[in-house]
């Protein structure tokens, strides 16, 4: 396992960042550091050492899960045993991650790490977890093998008169059969005009010959994330369907063909967006081009408008394009690829021409 390998990286910002050590609170940082997967559990990082902090629900499973450091159950509450860690490390300036220590935990800290100046730190763990190692590459390798093949396996069982809810119960089913873990989120699936919500919920509209089937879905493996988006045809759609599917088609191939290590997602959402504009539906393109994708669904580097996240050899981003049209129905080609330095490779198999049903 590379956890001692990522926790020297965070470690190694302690002198930068003008700190002793850090305290990793944010649960997907807990589990990145150190394997833990269950619901509470802390890291203290520093150069010399770390150490893992739980209650005693979690004392059996951490032991399975977080190797090569000292595991502490504490007795009544984090602060205490935190404290005792920091004054053996001989820690007086701790880091402590600004975006998830609420006031109230801080002032706990506050209180009960006396003599201790706690210091604000951002997102540090998060952008380490931009570049993924052979092992996460394999995890989210798999998450997407899964998430493929529970696609080929719904496009068989897709008929007239099916819900959107059951077409999302059986692609979890799906899913599962060929090897996930779970789902990565809660499936989007959505028929006819229900395409033009980006985000839909499924519903009991039922399928019927001539709808567009929007599916934006993802397996879980190994706590990594797939995040997949298809349209199809069922049937046959209105003609300025096809025409959209067309158009997102070569936007998405606009923006696979525009990353690669060194530049911004910015740029990459400049190129896949001008695709859109062009062909006159700028208005319709409603959201932002993709997102890193690893332990969280939506992580970073971003590939939003302007977005200055330059994109780092080994970063696995989405590239999902789509059009929305109220009463009409929508469009998005959804793909997640891994950034080389002269381009990126399509984790995906499944097809993104337009499937006709
Ligand atoms: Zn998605
Ligand atoms: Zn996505």
Known sequence: ?????????????????????????????????????????QVLVAPAEAVFFTDGRYTEQSRHEVG?????????????????????????????????????????????????????VEEEVERLRWVKDAEELASLQRAQDATDGGFDAVLEYLAVGMTERQVALELEQLMRQAGA???????????????????????????????????????????YHADMTRT??????????????????????????????GVTGGSVDALSRAVIDAAGYGEYFSHSLGHGVGLEIHEGPSLVKDGDDVLPVGAVVTVE???????????????????????????GSSTRELIEL
């Open 1 to 41: 396992m590379d956890h001692q390998l990522r926790r020297t990286g965070l470690a190694s910002r302690c002198t930068d960042l003008s700190v002793h050590a850090i305290v990793v609170t944010r649960l997907p940082n807990v589990r990145y550091l150190s394997g833990f997967t269950g619901s509470n559990g």
């Open 68 to 120: 090569g450091i000292e595991r502490i159950t504490y007795p009544n509450g984090f602060g205490g045993s935190l404290a005792e860690q920091c004054a053996r490390l001989g820690v007086s300036r701790l880091g402590f991650e600004a975006h998830d220590v609420t006031v109230a935990l801080l002032n706990k800290l506050t209180q009960k790490l006396p003599g201790i100046e706690l210091v604000p």
């Open 181 to 223: 873990d779970g789902l990565s989120f809660d499936s989007i699936v959505a028929f006819g005009e229900n395409a033009a919500e980006p985000h839909h919920e499924p519903t009991h509209r039922v399928l019927e010959e001539g709808d567009v089937i929007k599916i934006d879905f993802g397996a879980l493996s190994a706590g």
């Open 232 to 261: 199809v045809a069922f049937g046959q759609p209105a003609a300025e369907l096809k025409k959209i599917h067309d158009v997102v088609r070569t936007s998405q191939q606009a923006g696979i063909d525009a990353v690669k290590a």
């Open 321 to 347: 394009p789509g059009i929305y049209i109220p009463g009409l129905g929508g469009v998005r080609i959804e793909d997640s690829v891994e950034v080389t330095a002269d381009g990126c490779r399509v984790l």
